[in-house]
């Protein structure tokens, strides 16, 4: 079956760039969506394709990537960014929905 | 303000059913597909479904199929998750999620992986 692989955990200093990275087959075809989760919370959509941001999302959140590998990037990074990052796509008819593993944040 | 308010934690024994209610507001309930997503603990998001309000057309993630049912009731703007026999490997917090796309009419739609809204979770816990 298909699936999303994200790097478990990823840190920054704080006001620096950090890039974050989805990788699946799924990629191929279509483009991934990017969702925040701080701890206790529902995840929070980010950014949808092709780089659009949600609703109140700070302009320093911005999605690209090629292939199959996706990247979210957070460039000047903020203490307020610490939080799970997940991916997702769409995909086959057996598995419609996919949703990456998440990638930890730490910001230093 | 697009709002959904989900209903209370849940324990349930092995090989019982759960149902869980998602109250909506703040958009025209009929006019966006409504999806479930589950979540177990320390792992990933796992979409189950989704459910059209206005027509009541489903579709479910094979895992899950046959054994989830996903209602609405569009007088009371509200969705329902209900799975059956349940297993440990069931517990987890139940989200339901607004997809951002507008139902444009009964034969023309698209639906997306992008959720919007979400509701604020519940945790259902399957044990003995």
């Known amino acids: 079956s298909s699936e999303l692989t994200q790097d478990p955990a990823v840190s920054v200093a704080l006001g620096q760039t950090v890039r974050i990275t989805c990788q699946g087959d799924?990629?191929?075809?279509?483009?991934p969506t990017w969702y925040q989760q701080k701890p206790g919370q529902a995840p929070v959509l980010l950014i949808f394709?092709?780089?659009n941001r949600a609703s109140g999302v700070p302009d320093r959140f911005s999605a690209s990537g090629s292939g199959e590998v996706g990247f979210l990037t957070i460039t000047g990074a903020q203490a307020e960014d610490e939080a799970d990052y997940f991916c997702?796509?769409?995909?086959?008819?057996?598995?419609?929905?996919?949703f990456g593993g998440g990638t930890r944040l730490t910001v230093l | 303000q697009v709002q959904f308010v989900q209903s209370g934690a849940e324990v349930r024994q092995p090989g019982a059913s759960v149902k869980v209610s998602c109250k909506a507001s703040?958009?025209?309930?009929?006019?966006?597909?409504i999806h479930w997503v589950r979540q177990a603990p320390g792992h990933r998001p796992e979409w189950m479904g989704w459910?059209?309000?206005?027509?009541?057309?489903?579709l479910f993630a094979q895992k899950v199929q046959g054994r989830v049912t996903l209602t609405t009731d569009t007088s009371a703007t509200t969705a329902y998750m209900e799975m059956m026999s349940l297993t440990s490997e069931d517990t987890a917090v139940y989200y339901c999620?607004?997809?951002?796309?507008?139902?444009?009419?009964?034969?023309?739609?698209?639906?997306?992986?992008?959720?919007?809204?979400w509701g604020q979770g519940t945790l259902v816990t399957v044990s003995s």
């Open positions: 999620a607004r997809d951002v796309n507008t139902i444009a009419s009964a034969t023309s739609f698209v639906w997306s992986n992008w959720f919007d809204a």
């Open positions: 703040g958009f025209t309930f009929t006019k966006h597909v």
């Open positions: 459910i059209r309000p206005d027509t009541g057309d489903t």
């Open positions: 799924s990629l191929k075809n279509f483009y």
């Open positions: 394709p092709q780089n």
């Open positions: 997702n796509s769409r995909d086959s008819t057996e598995y419609p929905v996919l």
